[in-house]
Each structure stands twice: as structure tokens, then as C-alpha cells.
């Protein structure tokens, strides 16, 4: 069964740092992976996805990734981080078929500090 | 182009009462899902559509919850009765099929938050 750990619950950055989140993915073959992003009250928004091809994704809002195989891992990264990136970020991972069934992660809370 | 819309936004009912919720997927999109996403958790897929039929419904609590689509179209999710532990935000997303039956994104829609009292 696939599964997808978010070690990191909750982040406090300054405005301005770069940010890193982890997310670490089980799967037994090549997965789609994605990462979204939650503000209160809102539904999810996709930021990027990966299903294969270039190891490193580009996203909206600055936001990238990079796909490590040998770590299973799929960290969500962005060089500078605005007071409007605190949020809720969610990674998820999929099955690489027609109708594949998407888990999520539990989760990173986002603190941007002024 | 309007994106998946929901109703109600919220609710609050008592348990063992009954409780619906709609959802209106992005025009064109084959595959319509519902989750429930309890307070500190990621979404759980509840169940799976493919136009009107069942792809997944293997985390539906089949005892109280049930959802249908029945046009390919729209969908209702009913929970009959409540308990407590129901309450949670239950999102509604849809998926296009690109050419070649490639899955995509999901495109969420703003949720209901259900308070079971």
C-alpha cells in the first residue's frame, strides 16, 4: 500500500529565508507525486506535480521540487519565502495508472515570522 | 473557466441526524472524488468515481455513508446517521482524462465543514 510521511508538522521561518519541507513516499514503483497548498478555509491548490521525466519540477509561486528516487523523498523547496506562503502544504502521492489512488500526507503548517 | 463548487459550506446537526452534501465538479471532468479531511490529517479518499461509475470505494463506511453520481455529472455524499466522529471538512475534487487516459491533477473545491454535536 502507498503511504506518504510529512515528518515536519508545523515550520516557523522569516520572511525572506529560504524553506524546506520533506515529504518521504512509499510506493512500490515510480509514483505521481504533487504537492498542494491549503489556506484556511480553502480547498487544496496544486503547486506542482512530478510524473516523470526532469527530476526537479517547477511549480507556481516560486515553489520547486526535486524527485529522489533513492531517498523516496519529494522536499518542496523555495528560495524565499513571502508572509503569503503561510499555509497548510500537503504532499500526495499517486498510483501511475489510469485511475490511481491519491494519499496524502498529514500535513505541514507553515509560519512565515515578519 | 468555474472551478468545482460545493454546498453547503457549513453544517452543524446533531448526531444520529442525517446530513447531505453536493458537489458540482469543473464542467467536462470524468473523475469526481470525496474526501474527508479531520481536523490535523490529510484528505481520505472516501470514494472514487469514473462518470457515474465506482472506481474505489474501499474507505466509504458503507454502513452510514453513501454517494452517487447519478448523470456523470454532479454528485451528493449522505451520512445517515452521524456520529460525532464525522465531523471533518469533506472536500470534493474532480480530474480531467487527458488523450491516452493519462492521469491529472486534481482540482478541489472549497469544502463543507461538518460539526457533529
Known amino acids: 500500500a502507498q503511504s506518504v510521511t510529512q515528518p515536519d508538522i508545523h515550520i516557523t521561518v522569516s520572511e525572506g529565508a529560504s524553506l524546506e519541507l520533506r515529504c518521504n513516499y512509499s510506493y512500490g514503483a515510480t509514483p505521481y507525486l504533487f504537492w498542494y497548498v491549503q489556506s484556511p478555509g480553502q480547498g487544496l491548490q496544486l503547486l506542482l506535480k512530478y510524473f516523470s521525466g526532469d527530476t526537479l519540477v517547477q511549480g507556481i509561486k516560486g515553489f520547486e521540487a526535486e524527485f529522489k528516487r533513492s531517498q523516496s523523498s519529494f522536499n518542496l523547496r523555495k528560495p524565499s519565502v513571502h508572509w503569503s506562503d503561510a499555509a497548510e502544504y500537503f504532499c500526495?502521492?499517486?498510483?501511475?495508472?489510469?485511475?490511481?489512488?491519491?494519499?496524502f500526507g498529514d500535513g505541514t503548517t507553515l509560519t512565515v515570522k515578519p | 473557466e468555474a472551478g468545482v463548487a460545493q454546498s453547503p459550506r457549513y453544517k452543524i446537526i446533531e448526531k444520529r441526524q442525517s446530513v447531505a452534501f453536493w458537489c458540482n465538479p469543473i464542467?467536462?471532468?470524468?473523475?469526481l472524488y470525496w474526501y474527508q479531511q479531520i481536523l490535523g490529517q490529510g484528505p481520505k479518499l472516501l470514494i472514487q468515481f469514473q462518470n457515474n461509475g465506482v472506481v474505489d470505494d474501499s474507505q466509504l463506511p458503507k454502513d452510514r455513508f453513501s454517494a452517487e453520481r447519478l448523470k456523470g455529472v454532479d454528485s451528493t455524499l449522505k451520512i445517515q446517521p452521524a456520529k460525532l466522529e464525522d465531523s471533518a471538512v469533506y472536500l470534493c475534487?474532480?480530474?480531467?482524462?487527458?488523450?491516452?487516459?493519462?492521469?491529472?491533477?486534481?482540482?478541489f473545491g472549497p469544502g463543507t465543514r461538518l460539526t457533529v454535536l
Open positions: 475534487a474532480s480530474s480531467p482524462r487527458l488523450a491516452g487516459g493519462i492521469y491529472n491533477e486534481q482540482f
Open positions: 464542467s467536462g471532468h470524468a473523475t
Open positions: 500526495a502521492v499517486a498510483a501511475n495508472t489510469n485511475a490511481g489512488k491519491s494519499t
